[in-house]
């Protein structure tokens, strides 16, 4: 079962960018883009990067370091959509003004 945390208030992360927080000991990135929310682990496999700190275009986001990109919605990895690869993604809702973030027990 999962359970939702308020990471955020709506109007904290602006529109097509991401922030980085800590929810059950992770850091998770949110993304707000085309007026919807999305979430996915914030580490970059690579090299250890933040992903919310990367530039975001077209339901992307790209690693600041080296350029991996991956999708704010599903977590493929973009650059080799053949590839097993993925970033964990996370359910997301808003309550009032609060931004919620929830880990299911698998991660």
């Excluded at 529109?15 to 850091?27: D, H, K, L, Q, S």
């Excluded at 077209?58 to 493929?76: D, L, N, Q």
């Excluded at 009032?96 to 929830?102: H, L, R, T, Y």
Aim: glycine share 10%.
């Amino acid at each position: 079962m999962s359970e939702f945390q308020t990471v955020a208030k709506v109007g904290d992360i602006p529109a097509g960018e991401g922030r980085a927080f800590e929810v059950a000991g992770r850091m998770i990135a949110v993304f707000f883009v085309d007026e919807n929310y999305s979430a996915i682990y914030d580490t970059c496999p690579h090299m250890g990067a933040s992903l919310a700190t990367g530039y975001v275009e077209e339901g992307g986001v790209m690693c600041p370091w080296h350029a991996w990109r991956f999708c704010i919605k599903t977590g493929a990895w973009l650059d080799n959509p053949k590839s097993s690869l993925r970033q964990d993604t996370f359910d997301v809702r808003v309550v009032g003004d609060e931004i919620q973030v929830a880990l299911s027990e698998e991660t």
